[in-house]
């Protein structure tokens, strides 16, 4: 990209979003949006701030990553490519409260008689969630690279046998390869649209959902995909019967569609029935609701 052109597109991401932008090529700071930047680093004296503590080893693996140093601030990370590196922060999640200053001057020894710039850096710091930090990551990727972006590795879940020692195994490999799974929220979007009987909604949440990595469930792709699969129509049951589907006409067609997906080896077909299985659910709830059907 040329450099006129990302440093345009670097002023459209922050006078959108209004999140601090600096912008690296080979490791030296070329700009920084605005350019004076509240960091806890600086704030101490350090030098090289924001890169310090940060592993930004991680951006080779492509797409948005989301990093945080020592001082519980954290940053969006994209690599561009030809040596250009975005950082995106600082911010906090929003489980970050004025209670957790205090702590973290104590843990980590800081100057007490920093204490109150501390405490007003924090307190200004914006505050996002997991939907929030997922669509600024998306609108990063897509305003310079233009797409969603290249999904993490996958990890393998444990067997019954050994359990405790797999967990912490697949625990330290998602860390390790930026492997995050779906957030929590789009299955409660989904469901929330099933409930409704929005099909296009539904549609576009299953789409987006999609677009991200699948966990590893099983040793084979096929037996993997089978099981998110079946995963997936419990979901969708569930969501079923709370828009108005009575139980046991939404637990035979759950039926019903796990055994269609069980007979079926051919991962390309498989990878399709997703839509049309949540918009046989969707059109039942709709019917049920028109007909006014008690749960």
């Known amino acids: 990209m040329?450099?006129?052109?990302?440093?345009?597109?670097?002023?459209?991401?922050?006078?959108?979003?209004?999140?601090?932008?600096?912008?690296?090529?080979?490791?030296?700071?070329?700009?920084?949006?605005?350019?004076?930047?509240?960091?806890?680093?600086?704030?101490?004296?350090e030098k090289n701030v924001p890169l310090s503590g940060l592993k930004l080893e991680a951006a080779e693996a492509g797409g948005v990553i989301p990093l945080e140093n020592a001082?519980?601030?954290?940053?969006?990370?994209?690599?561009?490519?030809?040596?250009?590196?975005?950082?995106?922060?600082?911010?906090?999640?929003?489980?970050?409260?004025d209670e957790d200053v205090p702590r973290l001057i104590r843990s980590l020894r800081l100057p007490l008689a920093r204490r109150e710039q501390l405490a007003a850096h924090y307190a200004a710091l914006p505050r996002f969630n997991e939907m929030n930090t997922y669509y600024i990551g998306v609108f990063l990727q897509r305003t310079f690279l233009g797409e969603a972006g290249t999904p993490a590795a996958q990890a393998a879940l444990?067997?019954?046998?050994?359990?405790?020692?797999?967990f912490?195994?697949?625990a330290y490999r998602n860390r390790m390869s930026m492997f995050q799974h779906p957030p929590y929220f789009f299955e409660q979007e989904i469901g929330r649209q099933i409930v409704n009987g929005d099909r296009e909604h539904a549609m576009q949440l299953l789409e987006e959902l999609n677009r991200l990595t699948r966990a590893t469930l099983a040793d084979t792709p096929l037996r993997s995909l089978?099981?998110?699969?079946?995963?997936?129509?419990?979901?969708?049951t569930r969501?079923?019967?709370?828009?108005?589907?009575?139980?046991?006409e939404a637990f035979t067609m759950s039926d019903s569609f796990i055994q269609t997906i069980e007979k079926q080896n051919d991962l390309r077909w498989l990878s399709t029935i997703e839509e049309a299985i949540i918009l046989r659910f969707i059109d039942r709830v709709s019917a049920t609701t028109s007909r006014g059907i008690p749960a």
């Open 168 to 170: 912490y195994q697949n």
């Open 226 to 236: 089978k099981n998110s699969l079946i995963a997936s129509v419990t979901l969708f």
């Open 158 to 166: 444990p067997s019954d046998e050994d359990l405790s020692t797999r």
């Open 71 to 97: 001082y519980a601030e954290r940053f969006f990370c994209l690599s561009c490519g030809d040596g250009d590196l975005l950082l995106c922060g600082p911010y906090c999640p929003d489980t970050f409260t």
């Open 239 to 248: 969501a079923a019967i709370e828009g108005g589907v009575p139980s046991d």
């Open 2 to 45: 040329e450099e006129s052109e990302l440093a345009q597109r670097a002023r459209y991401f922050y006078y959108t979003i209004r999140l601090p932008v600096f912008w690296y090529r080979n490791g030296a700071l070329v700009t920084a949006l605005p350019q004076a930047v509240s960091l806890t680093g600086a704030l101490l004296n």
